[in-house]
């Protein structure tokens, strides 16, 4: 079935480790995104690509890093440069000529 | 620069009540797209409703309906007769036509529970 996968459902680490969460389209979906969700917060962008090989910072992009190499897969990495990397992360896509975006069901991270 | 306002934290109600859930916006813009997404306990996000800024007429799709009005820059949600299976956090988003990239930008959620 189509869909957007986030995986692993929990992620735990330890302060100063680099760390990849994934997520995956098949939904041949062209854009795609990243979003930090903290308690009592909206949703903030961290990164987006609209088609592959490229990709644009969003509001909080400081700390991570993402490609786009193939257009079902958007990863990201969070460095260990990223001050509070504790959060709920969520993957969305969308069509590149459509502004619903579909949300994958998250990735929630906990560093110590 | 674009701004979605959810003043109403937590809302609750008794079932089979109704609610409403305010959103107000704030955009330069003159074309734009508003949502509502709801997160239940699950944490992943589900659409309910895209609406153009040039189309003012309410919607109603089931018990849910939502009321546009540009005059206000309000895009309230309302709920009729509340389920407990209602209960999630709810958020107002916003997208400028002229954004290219399509980003959404949120509102900070409103938290509604249902009491059985």
């Known amino acids: 079935d189509g869909g957007i996968t986030q995986s692993p459902k929990y992620l735990f680490r330890k302060e100063g480790q680099n760390v990849t969460l994934s997520c995956e389209q098949n939904?041949?979906?062209?854009?795609m995104y990243w979003y930090r969700q903290d308690p009592g917060q909206g949703l903030r962008l961290i990164y987006y690509s609209q088609i592959v090989n490229d990709f644009q910072k969003g509001d909080i992009a400081e700390g991570y890093s993402v490609s786009r190499e193939k257009k079902e897969s958007f990863p990201l990495t969070v460095t260990s440069a990223q001050k509070n990397p504790t959060a709920f992360y969520l993957c969305a896509t969308a069509l590149g000529n459509s502004y619903e975006q579909y949300f994958g069901p998250g990735t929630r991270l906990t560093v110590t | 620069a674009q701004k979605v306002t959810q003043a109403q934290t937590e809302i609750s109600v008794v079932e089979k009540e109704d609610v409403t859930l305010d959103c107000v916006y704030e955009?330069?813009?003159?074309?734009?797209?508003l949502f509502w997404y709801k997160q239940p306990p699950s944490g992943e996000l589900v659409f309910l409703i895209r609406?153009?800024?040039?189309?003012?007429q309410n919607e109603i799709s089931g018990r849910y309906s939502w009321n546009f009005q540009k005059s206000t820059s309000s895009f309230n949600f309302t709920i009729t007769a509340s389920q407990v299976v209602d209960s999630a956090v709810y958020f107002c988003?916003?997208?400028?036509?002229?954004?290219?990239?399509?980003?959404?930008?949120f509102g900070t959620g409103t938290r509604l529970t249902v009491i059985p």
């Open positions: 955009t330069r813009d003159t074309t734009y797209y």
């Open positions: 609406r153009n800024s040039f189309d003012e």
């Open positions: 988003a916003l997208t400028p036509r002229l954004d290219g990239a399509n980003n959404l930008f």
């Open positions: 939904l041949n979906h062209d854009a």
